[in-house]
């Protein structure tokens, strides 16, 4: 159990989603049977839940939707095999969405539980808590 290598790691998953990591890249840091789990919100009302293939599509959706994004640590604490991250996200947008135009600034309060197994992401569950748009 190596709980500062697994924060290091949980950075290091951030800042590639961050950057567009899709396909082999953003499988690399995660277990063939990886689970991402996104609580209900203002995109997904009922939730979601993804499988590596789900989650590697939905990183190609997100190029589509955001120009660029940023995630602020607010905080970061391990414990065992879990990471908790508070995080502030915010994306320009490469298309309009609701009542927000292309270019115009997507935020986003989110609380990530990352669970590794053998130094890669088995389970993911966010909570995200988006800015009106």
């Keep these: 159990m190596d709980e500062q290598r697994n924060l290091e790691r949980a950075v290091e998953w951030v800042r590639a989603i961050e950057s567009g990591a899709t396909g082999d890249a953003l ?13 209900p919100n203002r995109f997904f009302p009922n939730g979601m839940r993804y499988d590596l293939a789900g989650m590697q599509a939905g990183a190609e959706r997100g190029k589509a ?16 095999n879990a990471v ?6 915010r994306a320009e947008l490469a298309i309009p969405v609701g009542t927000l135009k292309a270019g115009d600034e997507m935020r986003a309060h989110v609380a990530i539980f990352i669970e590794f197994r053998d130094g ?14």
């Design 84 to 89: 908790a991250m508070q995080l502030d996200w």
């Design 120 to 133: 890669k992401i088995c389970h993911q569950r966010d909570y995200g808590c988006y800015e009106p748009f």
């Design 27 to 39: 499988a690399s840091f995660v277990s063939p049977d990886v689970i991402h789990e996104d609580m």
């Design 65 to 80: 939707l955001m120009a660029r994004q940023r995630y602020d640590i607010v905080s970061a604490i391990a414990s065992g």
